[in-house]
C-alpha cells in the first residue's frame, strides 16, 4: 500500500512538473535595477536591452509601475552593452559589463529629458561581483582570468575549489577529496551547466563521476567559470550539506576561437626526496605525465546558433619512492626474498614494494550547442563522455610493506548530458528548464594474478601481499536522470519563485569484499612455517558461489528525491533585499528483500538483549518522508554607494545520501552473501582462490546484515551566516565571514550482534569494559556483523574568515584569506559500507554505548589561502604574466590509539581503542622487550614523550580524545609562469603561450622548505602485549617515537601534494577571441 501511494505521488508530481516548469545548479547571471528621472522618479515601461557582444545574443526587458526591471537567465562572462531607452529621454549605454556565475548585476539608470546635457547612466557593480545583491551566503566564484594565472599540474577542479575559505583539500588515492565547512566531502553537490554531476553512489572522495579513478569529470579548458557556494539561502540550491560547486562550459560566439595544447612532466622536472642526509635525496625514477587538447567554438549561424567542442587525452605516471631502510618493522631484506620466493613457488608474483607507481589514462570529449531561438528564448545541450583507466599503486611506508600486486586496476566510463531552456513570457514572467542524465560504468579489479590477500603483523610494520580485498568482485553501474524547473513571477518589488525538482536513480552494484579469502598472521615466520592463520575471512556469493566478477549476486535497486520549493525576493527599497523560502524534499528507495528467518529467529534474540531496532527488520527499508528546508537570507547595501554591504541568512540544507549506505541493505541481507571465518577450524593458507578453507552449508545464513530503522532520515544540516564587504579608499575589498552549522540528522550505526560487556580492565586507572566478540547475540545462524542505522542530532561546526580581496589594477591582481574552522561529530560517515562506520569509530566505553561527540575528521583548523598575478604586457605582442598561490594550514587532525590487533576490548577483530594516559610508572605494565629495552627504559621514553606532547601531557589519568592532535603547519607556495607571443594575420589574432607551473616551489628554492608531514589519523602509540595471569590486567611496550612529535621521520612524499617539488611544462597555441 505504501508502495503504491508513493507512485501514485511521483505520477502526480511528474504531471505537475511537465505542466509548469524545470532548474539546478547556477548556471547563469542577471542584471536588474531600477530606471528612473534625474528627481528620482520612476519611469514605468522603460525598455532594457542587454547584448553579449561576442555572439550578438539580445536579452531585455521593460520597467514595472515602480520602475524596476529585471533580466534573468544570462550568459555569464562578457562584454555586455547595456541599452536603457524611453520614449522623451536621451537613450544610455553601459558597455564592457562583465557577469559572474550567479551575480546580479545592477544597474539604476537616471535617464534625462531628450533637452538635457547627457549625464549617464548610474552604475553599481563591478566584474568581481563581491558586492551584489543576490549574494547572502558565503561563495566564491574563479573566472577565467583567474583560471589562466592559476598553477595547476592536476587540472582538477581542487585547483580551484582552494581558493574557498571554508574549504580543506586532501590528496588521497582517488585524487583531491574536498571538505566545505567542516562536513564531509561526500555531501557537497556538484553541477555541471545546472545538471547534477555527483558520484551518486558516493565511493569517490573527490565526490564526482569517475572519480575513484582520479580523473576530473570535465577538462578545465571547457570550463568557464566556477562558483562554490557554501552557505547559499535561495531554496533552489539544495542537495548538500557541505557546499555546491557550480561549472559552466564555454559556448560558441560570433568569431571562430580555438587553442591546442600540450603539459608535460618528467622526473627531471621534480625535486629529490626531501631528507636531511644528502646522501640520501633520491630522484624520482623515470616516469612520464602527458596532456594533449584540443578546443575550438564559433558560429553555425551568426548571432543564432553556436558550437564548442574540446577533445582532451591524458597519460599519467606517478611513482611513489620507497626505501626499505625507512622500514620500522622487524623483517629483514633477507626474510623480504625469502618470502618472494616461497611466493614464486605457489606461482604468484607479489610485484615490487618500491617506486610503485599511479597510472591514469584518461580520453575527455565535450561538445556543446547553443541556440537563440530569439530574445525571449534561449536553449543549451551539451554532452560530455570521460573514460578513464588508472592502476591506484600501492605505496609503501615506514610502517607497511605493500607489494605492488597488492594494487587495484580501475576502469571508468562516464556519459552525461544536459539540457537548458530559458524563457521569458511577457515583462512579469520567466522561466528555466534544466535536464540532465549521467550514466557511469566503473569496473574495480586486483591487479596480478587472482590470489588471497594476506595481512603480516610484524612488530612496528606490518607485510601486505596478494590481492587487494575490496577489488576481488566488484562492479557497479549507476545511471540518474534529473529535471528541474524554475518559474519565476515579477509582481513590482516581488520575485516570486515556484520550482521543483525530480531526480530519479538506478543501481546494480556487485560487491564481495575478501572473495579470494583474506589470511592475517602475528609474524612473517608463523606464515613462512606454515602455521594456521590467526584470522581468516571470506565473503561469497550465496546465489552461485562464483568467485570474481562473474557472480550473479549484483544488489539492484531504484531509488530518487522529489523537491518543490516556494520563495520570495523582496526589494524592500534599493538597498535592502529580503530572501524567504520554502523548500520540501521527498526521498524514496525501493524496498529490500525481505528475510523471514532472520526476522523470526534473529531480532526476538537483538531484542532480548536489551537494544532498540526501532523498526528495522530486513524487508522493511526506510520509510519516505518528507523533508523540509525554510530559509531565509538578506542583503543590505548600507550606504547606498556599495561601499559597505551586509549580507547573511539562516536556513536548512537537506543532502542527498551516498547510495553504497542504503545499498548495503540490498546485498547484505542473509541471503545474497554468505561469510566463513576461522572459528570452526584452522585456516592454513591455500593459494587457490577457488579451493578455500571453510565448508559453506546453504542451510545456515551469514554474513554480514545491513538494516535502517523505518524513520530513517537523509542527511540534514541548519546554517546561519553573517557577512559584511567593505570596500576600502584604494578600491580593495575587505570581507569578514562566519558560519555556524548544526546537524539536524546525520547517520550513527550500532551492531547489535556484540554482548554485553563480561567485565572491566584491572591494575591501573584504566577500567574501561571488555568484551567476547566470540559470544555473538544472534546465535541462530552464523551472521557477522548486524549493523542498524539511524540518526543521530548530536554535531556541529563554525568558521570565521577574513578575505582582503585586490581587484585587477594595471595588470595586477590577488586576494588573501586567513580561516578558522572546527567540527564535531559522533559519525564521519568516511566509509563505504555501514559495519565500517561503526568499526571505525573510537572507542573507550564501547561503541555501541559511548557514542560521543568528539572533533570530526574534517576539522580544518588554521588556514591562509593567498593567490596573486602580474600580468605586464611590452614590445609588440610580448607578455609575461606571473602566478602565485600560498596555502599555510593547519594539519589533519589524528587521535593516539593501542596497536591491539582487536584483542584488548575484545569487541570487534579491528579496533580503535584510544590510549589511557597513565600518571606514573605503577599507572601502566609496560613489560621488557628485546627490541623497546626494559620495562624502566621504555617507561623513562614514554614519560618523556607525554611530557613533550602539548595535548597528552594535560590528560594524565585520563583517556585521550579523538582527534585532537594535529599533524605540523605547512606553508607550500606554487608558482605559475606564462610568456606570450601574439600576432595579428589576417585580422584575426594568433597567440603562442609557453607555461612552467610549479607545485612546492618554495622547496625548489630551499630543500628544506615546503614540507609536508604524514601521521596515521590513528596513531598506535602503544603495543599490546597481552593480559597478566587474571586476564583483565593489560600488558604492554613502547617502542618509542622518533624524537618528540609523531611526525618526525614521516615525510609526506606521495603523489602531487607532496614535499618535493614538482612542475610542469605547457605549451598552447590559440587562434581568435581572447
Given at each position: 500500500m505504501k508502495r503504491q501511494l508513493l507512485q501514485l505521488l511521483l505520477t502526480g508530481l511528474m504531471l505537475l512538473v511537465i505542466n509548469v516548469a524545470y532548474g539546478q545548479g547556477t548556471t547563469t547571471s542577471s542584471i536588474n535595477g531600477r530606471v528612473t528621472d534625474v528627481n528620482g522618479e520612476t519611469l514605468p515601461g522603460a525598455t532594457v536591452v542587454a547584448v553579449h557582444t561576442p555572439s550578438g545574443t539580445r536579452y531585455g526587458n521593460i520597467t514595472s509601475s515602480d520602475g524596476y526591471y529585471r533580466i534573468p537567465n544570462m550568459r555569464v562572462g562578457g562584454p555586455y552593452t547595456v541599452t536603457v531607452t524611453f520614449i522623451g529621454y536621451k537613450e544610455f549605454k553601459q558597455e564592457n559589463v562583465f557577469l559572474t556565475l550567479g551575480q546580479a548585476f545592477k544597474i539604476n539608470a537616471k535617464l534625462t529629458e531628450s533637452s538635457v546635457t547627457l549625464e549617464g547612466v548610474e552604475v553599481v557593480a563591478e566584474r568581481g561581483g563581491v558586492f551584489d545583491g543576490n549574494r547572502t551566503g558565503s561563495e566564491t566564484v574563479v573566472g577565467i582570468e583567474q583560471i589562466n594565472s592559476t598553477p595547476t599540474v592536476a587540472r582538477a577542479i581542487g585547483d580551484f575549489a582552494r581558493f574557498t575559505p571554508q574549504?580543506?583539500?586532501?590528496?588521497?588515492?582517488?585524487?583531491?577529496?574536498?571538505?566545505?565547512?567542516?562536513?564531509?566531502?561526500?555531501?557537497?553537490?556538484?553541477?555541471?551547466?545546472?545538471?547534477?554531476?555527483?558520484?551518486?553512489?558516493?565511493?569517490?572522495?573527490?565526490?564526482?563521476?569517475?572519480?575513484?579513478?582520479?580523473?576530473?569529470?570535465?577538462?578545465?579548458?571547457?570550463?568557464?567559470?566556477?562558483?562554490?557556494?557554501?552557505?547559499?539561502?535561495?531554496?533552489r540550491v539544495s542537495g548538500f550539506a557541505g557546499g555546491a560547486i557550480n561549472a559552466v562550459t564555454r559556448s560558441g560566439s560570433n568569431e571562430i576561437e580555438g587553442s591546442a595544447y600540450y603539459f608535460f612532466r618528467n622526473e627531471g622536472l621534480a625535486g629529490r626526496t626531501p631528507r636531511d642526509g644528502e646522501g640520501t635525496r633520491e630522484r624520482l625514477d623515470d616516469f612520464s605525465a602527458e596532456t594533449y587538447g584540443v578546443r575550438v567554438g564559433g558560429p553555425i549561424i551568426k548571432d543564432k546558433l553556436f558550437y564548442f567542442v574540446n577533445v582532451e587525452q591524458q597519460r599519467d605516471e606517478t611513482p611513489q619512492p620507497f626505501d626499505f631502510a625507512d622500514y620500522d618493522g622487524d623483517a629483514t631484506?633477507?626474510?623480504?626474498?625469502?618470502?618472494?620466493?616461497?611466493?614464486?613457488?605457489?606461482?604468484?608474483?607479489?610485484?615490487?614494494?618500491?617506486?610503485?607507481?599511479?597510472?591514469?589514462?584518461?580520453?575527455?570529449?565535450?561538445?556543446?550547442?547553443?541556440?537563440?531561438?530569439?530574445?525571449?528564448?534561449?536553449?543549451?545541450?551539451?554532452?560530455?563522455?570521460?573514460?578513464?583507466?588508472?592502476?591506484?599503486?600501492?605505496?609503501?611506508?615506514?610502517?607497511?610493506?605493500?607489494?605492488?600486486?597488492?594494487?587495484?586496476?580501475?576502469?571508468?566510463?562516464?556519459?552525461?548530458?544536459?539540457?537548458?531552456?530559458?524563457?521569458?513570457?511577457?515583462?512579469?514572467?520567466?522561466?528555466?528548464l534544466t535536464v540532465g542524465y549521467i550514466g557511469v560504468s566503473d569496473d574495480r579489479d586486483a591487479t596480478g594474478q587472482d590470489f588471497p590477500t594476506v595481512n603480516i603483523s610484524d612488530g612496528q610494520g606490518s607485510i601486505r601481499f596478494g590481492a587487494e580485498p575490496f577489488s576481488s568482485a566488484n562492479l557497479l553501474e549507476t545511471s540518474g536522470f534529473t529535471i528541474n524547473n524554475n518559474l519565476e513571477i515579477y509582481k513590482g518589488r516581488h520575485t516570486f519563485v515556484v520550482g521543483l525538482n525530480a531526480e530519479f536513480y538506478s543501481v546494480e552494484n556487485l560487491f564481495i569484499a575478501q572473495n579470494f579469502g583474506q589470511y592475517s598472521y602475528n609474524t612473517l615466520n608463523d606464515f613462512l612455517t606454515d602455521q594456521p592463520a590467526t584470522d581468516y575471512a571470506r565473503n561469497f556469493s550465496n546465489v552461485d558461489n562464483i568467485t570474481g566478477d562473474g557472480s550473479a549476486a549484483a544488489a539492484i535497486f531504484n531509488s530518487g528525491?522529489?523537491?518543490?520549493?516556494?520563495?520570495?525576493?523582496?526589494?524592500?527599497?534599493?538597498?535592502?533585499?529580503?530572501?524567504?523560502?520554502?523548500?520540501?524534499?521527498?526521498?524514496?528507495?525501493?524496498?529490500?528483500?525481505?528475510?523471514?528467518?532472520?526476522?523470526?529467529?534473529?531480532?526476538p534474540e537483538i531484542e532480548a538483549e536489551g537494544y532498540d531496532l526501532q523498526g528495522a527488520a530486513v524487508g522493511n527499508f526506510i520509510n519516505s518522508r518528507a523533508t523540509f528546508s525554510p530559509r531565509f537570507g538578506f542583503n543590505w547595501d548600507v550606504n547606498g554607494d556599495r561601499s559597505l554591504q551586509l549580507r547573511g541568512g539562516a536556513g536548512v540544507f537537506t543532502s542527498r545520501v551516498p547510495l553504497v549506505w542504503p545499498g548495503g541493505a540490498y546485498n547484505n541481507n542473509g541471503q545474497n552473501l554468505g561469510f566463513v571465518d576461522e572459528n570452526d577450524f584452522d585456516a592454513i593458507f591455500r593459494p587457490d582462490v577457488n579451493n578455500q578453507p571453510g565448508v559453506i552449508d546453504p542451510t545456515v545464513q551469514s554474513g554480514n546484515i545491513d538494516l535502517f530503522i523505518e524513520d530513517f532520515r537523509v542527511p540534514q544540516v541548519a546554517k546561519f551566516n553573517l557577512a559584511a564587504d567593505k570596500r576600502l579608499s584604494n578600491g580593495w575589498i575587505f570581507s569578514l565571514d562566519a558560519l555556524w552549522t548544526k546537524t539536524i540528522y546525520a547517520i550513527s550505526v550500532q551492531n547489535v550482534n556484540v554482548g554485553q560487556s563480561v567485565g572491566n580492565l584491572t591494575g591501573t586507572g584504566d577500567n574501561r569494559p571488555i568484551y567476547n566478540r566470540r559470544d555473538e547475540v544472534v546465535q541462530s545462524n552464523n551472521y557477522g556483523r548486524i549493523s542498524v542505522t539511524g540518526n543521530t542530532g548530536r554535531g556541529y561546526a563554525y568558521n570565521f574568515s577574513g578575505t582582503l580581496t585586490m581587484p585587477m589594477t594595471n595588470g595586477f591582481q590577488g586576494s588573501i584569506s586567513y580561516s578558522y574552522g572546527d567540527a564535531f561529530s559522533v559519525f564521519d560517515g568516511t566509509s563505504s559500507q555501514n559495519s565500517s562506520q561503526w568499526r571505525g569509530l573510537h572507542s573507550i566505553g564501547g561503541r555501541n554505548f559511548d557514542q560521543q561527540l568528539r572533533r570530526s575528521d574534517f576539522s580544518q583548523g588554521h588556514r591562509v589561502i593567498a593567490q596573486a598575478s602580474y600580468r605586464f604586457e611590452y614590445a609588440k605582442g610580448f607578455a609575461t604574466q606571473i602566478g602565485l598561490v600560498y596555502e599555510g594550514r593547519s594539519g589533519s587532525p589524528f587521535s593516539y590509539i593501542y596497536n591491539d590487533n582487536g584483542n584488548l576490548t575484545s569487541e570487534d577483530s579491528r579496533e580503535r581503542t584510544l590510549i589511557y594516559v597513565p600518571l606514573n610508572a605503577s599507572d601502566i605494565n609496560l613489560v621488557d622487550d628485546a627490541s623497546a629495552g626494559t620495562a624502566g627504559e621504555q617507561w623513562a621514553a614514554l614519560n618523556s614523550f607525554i611530557v613533550n606532547d602539548p595535548y597528552l601531557s594535560t590528560r594524565r589519568g585520563q583517556y585521550a580524545e579523538r582527534n585532537r592532535n594535529r599533524e605540523p603547519f605547512t606553508n607550500i607556495f606554487d608558482l605559475r609562469l606564462l610568456q606570450e607571443f601574439e600576432i595579428n594575420a589576417g585580422g584575426k589574432k594568433h597567440t603562442l603561450q609557453l607555461t612552467a607551473d610549479i607545485y612546492n616551489f618554495g622547496n625548489l628554492l630551499n630543500r628544506d622548505w615546503g614540507r609536508r608531514y604524514f601521521v596515521p589519523q590513528n596513531f598506535q602509540l602503544l603495543n599490546f602485549e597481552g593480559f597478566q595471569a587474571d586476564g583483565t590486567t593489560p600488558t604492554f611496550t613502547f617502542d618509542g617515537v622518533d624524537g618528540n612529535d609523531p611526525s618526525d621521520g614521516n615525510i609526506d612524499d606521495s603523489g602531487l601534494i607532496s614535499s618535493r617539488w614538482q612542475g610542469q611544462i605547457g605549451i598552447r597555441y590559440t587562434f581568435g577571441g581572447n
Open positions: 574549504a580543506t583539500l586532501d590528496e588521497g588515492n582517488d585524487g583531491f577529496s574536498i571538505s566545505i565547512g567542516g562536513q564531509n566531502n561526500r555531501l557537497n553537490s556538484i553541477y555541471i551547466d545546472g545538471a547534477i554531476n555527483n558520484d551518486i553512489f558516493g565511493l569517490a572522495g573527490s565526490g564526482t563521476n569517475g572519480g575513484q579513478t582520479g580523473v576530473s569529470p570535465i577538462s578545465i579548458d571547457a570550463i568557464e567559470q566556477f562558483q562554490i557556494q557554501v552557505a547559499p539561502f535561495d531554496v631484506q633477507a626474510q623480504i626474498d625469502q618470502l618472494v620466493s616461497k611466493l614464486n613457488g605457489y606461482g604468484y608474483t607479489p610485484g615490487t614494494l618500491s617506486g610503485n607507481p599511479v597510472v591514469l589514462d584518461s580520453d575527455k570529449f565535450t561538445a556543446k550547442i547553443d541556440y537563440n531561438i530569439n530574445q525571449n528564448h534561449k536553449l543549451s545541450a551539451r554532452y560530455s563522455y570521460v573514460e578513464a583507466d588508472n592502476i591506484e599503486g600501492v605505496r609503501s611506508s615506514n610502517r607497511t610493506l605493500n607489494f605492488y600486486n597488492r594494487s587495484e586496476s580501475f576502469l571508468s566510463k562516464t556519459n552525461s548530458l544536459s539540457l537548458e531552456l530559458s524563457s521569458s513570457f511577457g515583462s512579469n514572467m520567466s522561466n528555466k528525491m522529489i523537491g518543490a520549493y516556494v520563495q520570495d525576493e523582496f526589494q524592500v527599497n534599493d538597498d535592502l533585499k529580503l530572501t524567504l523560502g520554502l523548500r520540501m524534499d521527498l526521498p524514496y528507495f525501493d524496498e529490500t528483500p525481505t528475510n523471514s528467518t532472520f526476522n523470526t529467529l534473529a531480532i
